[in-house]
């Protein structure tokens, strides 16, 4: 009996986020979603790059983020750009307001996806931004390991 990989669900990467912010805590969010939104992340047309989350009034919000009409609604789609409520825990709302407050720390989505259950789910990071020096020694170390890839790949072939 062969076990089958589950299929990965995930609609958008945030991918630039691990460059520009220094990740510090994870946390997975529901989100509130009308249908033809639902419907358009299935067929994966969204995207988070420039989104981030906000608290506001005990309550966090996805802000920025774009998902695509819906082609087949006509009438009844949804905006494309509005204000989304994800759905958290008030206790982790809680641990979160002094941190982003008083730190200056940010909440970044940093993937959108479908979980085991079908539901839509965003991974949202707490963060705090990196410097410049801190972007060119990322950039450094990811040249140097590409580097070591390579040389280990030429070991091989020989």
Known sequence: MSKQQPADDTVCRNRKAAFRFEILEQFECGIMLRGTEVKSLR??????EEAYARIEDDELWLIGSHIAAYTFAHALNHEPLRRR????HAREIRKLRPQVELKGLTLVPL???FNERGIAKVS????????LGDKRRTLQ???HKREMDRALRRGRRS
């Open 111 to 113: 993937r959108m996806y």
């Open 85 to 88: 409520k994800l759905l958290i």
């Open 43 to 48: 067929d994966k047309n969204a995207s988070i």
């Open 141 to 143: 170390t990811r040249e």
């Open 124 to 131: 949202v990071a707490l963060c705090r931004g990196k410097t």
